[in-house]
C-alpha cells in the first residue's frame, strides 16, 4: 500500500495570509489526525477526522480548522498567519483512529511564515 | 498542561553504550505507544503495550509498562548508529478521553 503523502511538502507565507495543506491517508483508513511539530513543543494534536467529522479536538484557536472529503482526504487550513505558526505540520492516519491503533505519519508539511 | 512527560530531552552516547528513555503520566494510562522519528522524517511507530507490567522486546529494544500504568520505559542494549533520532511515548489518559497525548520526546545522538 501507498504510505500517507502530503502536499506541498514545502511552503512559505506572509503573516496573515492563509494556507491550505492536503493529507491522503493509506487506502481504506478512515481515520486522519493532525498535529503540530515545533522544536520546542514537540508533537501538538489539533484534530482529528474520521468518516468526514471531526472526533476529536487539541487545543489551537480557531484560526485553525479542517476538513475531510468522502475519500478520506483532508485539508487543514490556517486563516491570518502568525510567525508563530511556522512549524512541520504532520498528519498522520489510521484504520479506525482510536488511540489503541497504530498512527501512520506523512512527511509533513514545513510552513514557515515571514 | 503537558500530561505525559518524557525525560530525559536529550541523550548523547558512545556506540555500544545502553540508552533508556522513560515516560511518566501523573495519571493512570489506558496504553501506551512508542514511536521513532529519525533526523528529518517522520514519526514511525515502533509498538504499543497496554498490560500492567507489560514487557516487550524487539531486538535491542525492550519495553516496559509500569505496575500502575503510569510510568513507561523504552531500553536500547548496545546502541549503534542506526539508532539515532527522537523517541516519542504517546499515551491515553483518563483526562483527555479519545486521544492519546505524546511526550515531548528524547532525543538520541550516537557517537561511533
Known amino acids: 500500500k501507498a504510505g500517507v503523502t502530503q502536499t506541498p511538502r514545502y511552503l512559505i507565507k506572509t503573516r496573515g495570509q492563509q494556507v491550505t495543506l492536503s493529507c491522503s491517508p493509506i487506502s481504506g483508513h478512515r481515520s486522519v489526525s493532525w498535529y503540530q511539530q515545533t522544536p520546542g513543543q514537540g508533537l501538538q494534536f489539533l484534530f482529528e477526522?474520521?468518516?468526514?467529522?471531526?472526533?476529536n479536538k487539541g487545543n489551537f484557536p480557531g484560526r485553525f480548522s479542517g476538513r475531510q472529503f468522502s475519500n478520506s482526504r483532508s485539508e487543514m487550513n490556517v486563516s491570518t498567519l502568525e510567525l508563530g505558526d511556522s512549524a512541520l505540520y504532520l498528519c498522520a492516519s489510521s484504520s479506525n483512529g482510536g488511540p489503541f491503533y497504530e498512527q501512520y505519519f506523512g512527511p509533513g508539511t514545513r510552513l514557515t511564515v515571514t | 498542561g503537558q500530561q505525559v512527560m518524557q525525560i530525559p530531552q536529550y541523550q548523547h552516547v558512545q556506540e555500544g553504550e545502553d540508552f533508556t528513555t522513560y515516560c511518566n503520566s501523573s495519571t493512570t494510562l489506558s496504553n501506551i505507544q512508542w514511536y521513532k522519528q529519525r533526523p528529518g522524517g517522520h514519526p514511525v511507530f515502533l509498538i504499543q503495550l497496554v498490560k500492567s507490567g507489560e514487557v516487550k522486546k524487539q531486538k535491542r529494544l525492550t519495553f516496559q509498562f509500569g505496575e500502575a500504568k503510569k510510568n513507561s520505559s523504552l531500553h536500547i542494549t548496545a546502541t549503534q548508529t542506526t539508532d539515532v533520532g527522537t523517541y516519542f511515548c504517546a499515551g491515553l489518559t483518563n483526562t483527555n478521553a479519545g486521544k492519546s497525548t505524546f511526550g515531548d520526546g528524547t532525543t538520541l545522538t550516537v557517537k561511533p
Open positions: 477526522y474520521f468518516s468526514e467529522t471531526q472526533r
